[in-house]
């Protein structure tokens, strides 16, 4: 079965400090791809990055940056420098790609403090 | 305006009464989803559909049903809403295996 993991419930950080969020993911399929959101405090979703299970580079957003492992099923995330506006709840997801669809299995997410 | 809309945003209704939450969009994607999430268990698919003819059920779709009125609307119902039902609810839509596209949200409290 599609399974996605994250184990930090909660991360509390002072400003500027880097923080990883942890993400693994179990799947059988061998195309898929894997999704960050954010959820802010006022509760919508918020689209981070998508990446397909045969790009396994590294990549790069301003102060964001993800680390996709297929030999370790992890696909982590790290905000550099984090700030007060980063505090949010973030979200894993695995996409079930059956029948075409792109049904997401999500994690139960990370809630990020970050202090002034 | 947002290309995924939620009505209404917020929900007081009481136990046994029957309420519909409606979803549409303007993005002319053919698959439509709606989500439930509860504190510490993310997101679950609740139903999922092509287009007017054909309607999935997900994960949790016990005591949900379903329309697909048309290609943009997608409406989730509660035929005897229960307090366990209480909860945020997303509709999303994809173009085959793209990203999927979250409207802004509906958070429902049964009491």
């Known amino acids: 079965a599609q399974k996605v993991t994250q184990a930090q419930t909660e991360i509390s950080v002072v400003e500027k400090e880097d923080v990883t969020l942890d993400c693994v993911y179990e799947?059988?399929?061998?195309?898929?791809?894997l999704f960050w959101y954010k959820q802010p405090p006022s509760g919508e979703l918020v689209f981070l990055i998508r990446?397909?299970?045969?790009?396994?580079q590294n990549e790069i957003s301003g102060r964001y940056s993800w680390n996709f492992q297929k030999s370790t099923s992890s696909f982590n995330f790290t905000i550099t420098a984090s700030q007060v506006v980063d505090s949010a709840v973030y979200f894993c997801?695995?996409?079930?790609?059956?029948?075409?669809?792109?049904?997401?299995?999500f994690g139960a997410g990370t809630r990020l403090a970050v202090h002034p | 305006d947002a290309d995924v809309t939620q009505t209404p945003r917020n929900r007081i209704t009481k136990t046994g009464k029957r309420i519909m939450l409606e979803c549409s969009q303007t993005?002319?994607?053919?698959?439509m989803y709606w989500y439930r999430q509860d504190p510490g268990l993310g997101l679950r698919l609740i139903y999922y559909?092509?287009?007017?003819?054909?309607?999935n059920k997900g994960e949790i779709s016990d005591g949900y049903s379903v329309s697909r009125q048309a290609q943009a609307k997608f409406s989730l119902s509660l035929e005897s809403a229960i307090p366990n039902q209480t909860a945020l609810y997303f509709c999303?839509?994809?173009?085959?295996?793209?990203?999927?596209?979250f409207g802004q949200g509906t958070r429902l409290t049964v009491v």
């Open positions: 993005k002319g994607h053919d698959r």
């Open positions: 799947t059988r399929d061998t195309t898929y791809y």
């Open positions: 999303a839509t994809s173009e085959g295996n793209t990203e999927a596209f």
């Open positions: 997801a695995l996409s079930d790609l059956t029948g075409g669809y792109n049904k997401l299995i």
């Open positions: 990446r397909n299970s045969f790009d396994e």
């Open positions: 559909s092509f287009d007017v003819k054909d309607i």
